[in-house]
Structure formats: C-alpha cells, structure tokens
C-alpha cells in the first residue's frame, strides 16, 4: 500500500489527511482516506468527525474523499430538505426502512441444482416449488453477534427485555440473538409465530430446525401479554409523532431564518 499525507485546509490547524491507495488484489487501485487530528486520532468516516469536531466547524458542504468545501452540495442538501419537508406537509409519510441485513452473495449457478446423468434414457425432473424458494442462510443471526446500536455521543443503546416465557433454541442462546431472530420473523414472515413445535429441533437444530420460525421453544401469548403491549406502541407512537413533528417544524424555522438572512445580506 502507498500513503500519502497531506495538510487539510478546510479544517483547523494541525490536522493531516491520509490516502492510502491499494496495490495488490481485486481493490487494485483504490484508495482509502483517514484523517488525523493534531493530537494523532484517526477518523475513518465523516460522521466520526462531526461527532469530534461538534460545533466548532461546520460540516455540511465537507467532502470527506477529496478534503474540500463543497458548497454546491450544500445547496443540493438543502434543496432536498425543503422537498421532503414539503412531501412531508402534504401529507407524505417518511421513510422508515426496517429491511434486514442480508447477504447479497451472488451464486455462481442457477438454482435448483439438477445432476444430468449423459444416457439416452434420462429424463430431467424439476421441483417447481423448490425452484421458487430462495436459499437461506442457517443461523444467520450469529453474524450480527457482538453489534449495539448507539447514540451520536456513542453510548450504547439498552436492548428491550424479552418475556420469560421465551426460550432460545439453537448453537446460540443469548437474549440479543433471540430478538434478532423474532424481529426477523415479525418483519420479513407473513405465517404465525409459534417458535420450534418439533421436539427434534431441540436435539439437533442444525438439521430439524424450522427456518420460517424463530429459534426459541414453541409458546404461547396471553391476552395480558397483548393489552401490555398493545400499550406500548401506542406510547411508542405519540412520542414518535410529537418528535417528528417537533424536528420538522424546527427545520422549517431554520430554513425561514436562512432565507430571511440570506434577502437582508
């Protein structure tokens, strides 16, 4: 790898910009950039930055690759903002993607696999069921294993508290990997949720595992359980609606006073 080190104008005193350009492999060519604070911190993206630097230097028009103020991104920032704070006023709703992180792996054949034996004789069967289901990945909650979401001062988030009712099931039975492994099923599943309902599951869930249920025991939900939670996202609701409508009406105000600045200058 080569390094080149370079002052950065565009932030304070003292700091460094590094880029660092591959020389071997697949990534041949390209090129990673770090940045250094005068005390020698390594910052490897730009939110990391602004949750360094806070207030003190403005951020939004900073191209983090190239180290320079970009003014006309801000302006295409802003340009967004106003439209989607206009959707917003009409009516629209914002966009609350929960899809899951999935492995995008290409497969290198076409699915299903057929073996052709070379006899005249030989007549090609196909599932078509199966040629409709995609392949999953067993235990795929292990690879999130050890992750926390956090706050922008970095503090890390607590997790919810499962019923004791739940059981986990599987090579892992932590409570993280258990609610990964329900919020997936509640998300990306349309049957019921009843757990593992086979015995066998539980001797060896690497071969009798139910892939469309989560990995815990077969349970069951009370009506107590339900007005519980029933209670709960309606809480969860009104204090998501009145913090996007407060966030909202706070850019509108933000964006007047830039315009009002920007009439009287």
């Given at each position: 790898?080569?390094?080149?080190?370079?002052?950065?104008?565009?932030?304070?005193?003292?700091?460094?910009?590094?880029?660092?350009?591959?020389?071997?492999?697949?990534?041949?060519?390209?090129?990673?950039?770090?940045?250094?604070?005068?005390?020698?911190?390594?910052?490897?993206?730009?939110?990391?930055?602004?949750?360094?630097?806070?207030?003190?230097?403005d951020l939004a028009c900073f191209d983090f690759?190239?180290?320079?103020?970009?003014?006309?991104?801000?302006q295409k920032n802003k340009q967004r903002l106003?439209?989607?704070?206009?959707?917003?006023?009409?009516?629209?709703?914002?966009?609350?993607?929960?899809?899951?992180?999935?492995?995008?792996?290409?497969?290198?054949?076409?699915?299903?696999?057929?073996?052709?034996?070379?006899?005249?004789?030989?007549?090609?069967?196909?599932?078509?069921?199966?040629?409709?289901?995609?392949?999953?990945?067993?235990?795929?909650?292990?690879?999130?294993?050890?992750?926390?979401?956090?706050?922008?001062?970095?503090?890390?988030?607590?997790?919810?508290?499962?019923?004791?009712?739940?059981?986990?099931?599987?090579?892992?039975?932590?409570?993280?990997?258990?609610?990964?492994?329900?919020?997936?099923?509640?998300?990306?599943?349309?049957?019921?949720?009843?757990?593992?309902?086979?015995?066998?599951?539980?001797?060896?869930?690497?071969?009798?595992?139910?892939?469309?249920?989560?990995?815990?025991?077969?349970?069951?939900?009370?009506?107590?359980?339900?007005?519980?939670?029933?209670?709960?996202?309606?809480?969860?609701?009104?204090?998501?609606?009145?913090?996007?409508?407060?966030?909202?009406?706070?850019?509108?105000?933000?964006?007047?006073?830039?315009?009002?600045?920007?009439?009287?200058?």
């Open positions: 790898m080569e390094k080149r080190r370079s002052d950065c104008p565009a932030l304070p005193p003292g700091w460094k910009k590094e880029e660092v350009i591959r020389k071997s492999g697949l990534s041949a060519g390209k090129s990673d950039v770090y940045y250094y604070s005068p005390t020698g911190k390594k910052f490897r993206s730009k939110p990391q930055l602004a949750r360094y630097l806070g207030n003190s230097v690759r190239t180290g320079k103020m970009m003014p006309g991104k801000l106003r439209h989607d704070l206009l959707s917003l006023a009409k009516g629209g709703k914002p966009d609350l993607n929960t899809t899951l992180p999935i492995r995008q792996t290409a497969s290198i054949f076409k699915q299903p696999v057929t073996k052709v034996q070379v006899t005249p004789e030989n007549k090609v069967k196909t599932d078509l069921q199966r040629a409709t289901e995609q392949p999953t990945q067993l235990f795929w909650e292990r690879r999130l294993k050890g992750l926390q979401s956090s706050d922008v001062s970095e503090k890390v988030q607590r997790t919810m508290d499962l019923p004791k009712g739940l059981q986990s099931v599987g090579l892992d039975s932590s409570d993280d990997t258990l609610l990964r492994a329900i919020t997936s099923a509640l998300h990306m599943g349309s049957s019921p949720i009843t757990g593992q309902t086979s015995v066998a599951a539980e001797k060896n869930p690497a071969i009798w595992l139910n892939t469309s249920q989560p990995l815990c025991k077969a349970f069951t939900v009370t009506d107590e359980q339900i007005r519980e939670q029933e209670l709960k996202v309606h809480q969860a609701r009104r204090s998501l609606e009145e913090a996007l409508m407060a966030d909202g009406l706070a850019r509108a105000a933000e964006n007047t006073r830039e315009m009002q600045d920007g009439m009287t200058a």
